[in-house]
């Protein structure tokens, strides 16, 4: 069974750019969701698709905006990067309407 | 309004010593679903529990135990006899029976001490 799987680890940018994360669901899953995990914090739910579509949306901006695609992989796309961006993201899947996620690794985002 | 309260910001115990993370949630939906994490240094979040609100048997894997009573809205996690392994950041997450959004809390960061 494959993992939910992120890419990059690291990424480093500077204030006013934009970035895109990626995320591959576990095998069979069709749900992404995605999380903002400041230093110190607990997870953040940002928003979440299925059958490419939101399905769901947390506090964030729309600068904050997601893809999902036929094999329901996902992008998480932030514009105008601020700051306070700079946090773990982290992506999970599952399946509709079955309460159990599971997490990959995350991407670590800096903005400078 | 869902919400999830972990009091307990750092905790550190000497390996074999028993701890006990709290978990403290806020929902009103009668059917929801709690959870425990585990986040290492590496950052993954390793699943460690689910439990519905119909179900309050508390629950035993190996060294973990979990307490859940309704009546007080708590959901604790016992480790016995910590190792150092088990040093990371607990987090306790609620999500309710629609939707698949989860609420955690602020985590528990425990270091156990050899």
């Known amino acids: 069974e494959t993992g939910v799987t992120q890419s990059p680890t690291h990424l480093i940018k500077t204030r006013g750019q934009q970035v895109t994360l990626r995320c591959s669901s576990q095998s069979g899953h069709n749900t992404v969701s995605w999380y903002q995990q400041a230093l110190g914090q607990g997870p953040q739910f940002i928003f979440q698709y299925y059958r490419e579509e939101e399905n769901g949306r947390g506090n964030f901006p729309p600068r904050f905006s997601g893809l999902q695609f036929p094999n329901y992989s996902s992008e998480l796309n932030v514009n105008a990067l601020e700051l306070d961006d700079s946090a773990l993201y982290l992506c999970?899947?599952?399946?509709?309407?079955?309460?159990?996620?599971?997490f990959g690794p995350g991407t670590r985002l800096t903005v400078l | 309004a869902q919400k999830v309260t972990q009091a307990q910001t750092e905790i550190s115990v000497v390996e074999k010593e028993d701890v006990t993370l709290d978990c403290v949630y806020e929902t009103r939906d009668t059917t929801y679903y709690l959870f425990w994490y585990k986040q290492p240094p590496s950052g993954e979040l390793v699943f460690l529990i689910r439990r519905n609100s119909f179900d309050e048997q508390n629950e035993i894997s190996g060294r973990y135990s979990w307490n859940f009573q309704k009546s007080t809205s708590s959901f604790n996690f016992t480790i016995t006899a910590s190792q150092v392994v088990d040093s990371a950041v607990y987090f306790c997450?609620?999500?309710?029976?629609?939707?698949?959004?989860?609420?955690f809390g602020t985590g528990t960061s425990l270091t156990v001490i050899p």
């Open positions: 999970a899947s599952s399946l509709i309407d079955y309460n159990e996620q599971f």
């Open positions: 997450a609620l999500s309710a029976s629609t939707g698949n959004q989860f609420y």
